[in-house]
């Protein structure tokens, strides 16, 4: 029982198996509490990383064949702001930041002076979201993202975690 003026954690499983209902935004998790007195209602933004499974590695062939097959109406891109301003970051530290969160590298290559890292990650229910991350060195390096998802509804969400990820 907790009392007025107590407060108590308390840790429930998060289940993404059940009916789909569509959030604005998608990463909204309603909450109903249920005590003795009332039944409360309440919202809370669910920090979309926290979804990204495991088993998000793809093969390599297959993430080429995926990234084709995915219509370019698709695709999203988005610059990765002031994010050279932050001490030690490079390609590498990105990539082992996304890696902690699920996010994997698939293959890595330098084109023209740009490193070109291709990455992918899965969220619950087979969603797949293939990326390519460019990044220009220099001074003032420039990083570049873009992402393909067959489920465009998904692309808010991926946009703010992966800047969120690439920051902290």
């Not at 209902?21 to 990463?27: D, G, I």
């Not at 293959?107 to 619950?124: F, H, I, N």
Request: with cysteine; hydrophobic share 40%; net charge neutral.
């Amino acid at each position: 029982m907790v009392h007025q003026n107590q407060s108590f954690d308390v840790s429930l499983p998060l289940n993404t198996n059940g009916a789909v209902q569509k959030m604005e935004p998608l990463n909204n998790l309603q909450v109903a509490v249920k005590n003795n007195f009332d039944v409360f209602y309440f919202s809370a933004l669910v920090p979309t990383h926290i979804l990204f499974l495991e088993q998000g590695e793809m093969d390599r062939k297959v993430f080429l064949t995926t990234w084709k097959d995915i219509p370019s109406t698709h695709e999203k891109s988005f610059a990765l702001e002031n994010l050279g301003s932050i001490p030690n970051i490079n390609t590498n530290t990105i990539i082992e930041k996304l890696k902690a969160n699920n996010v994997f590298m698939i293959a890595k290559r330098t084109v023209e002076g740009k490193d070109m890292v291709y990455l992918s990650l899965q969220l619950p229910r087979d969603i797949w979201v293939l990326m390519e991350l460019k990044v220009t060195p220099g001074v003032t390096a420039m990083y570049n993202m873009a992402y393909k998802c067959r489920q465009v509804q998904v692309s808010p969400i991926i946009h703010s975690s992966i800047d969120t990820i690439c920051r902290n």
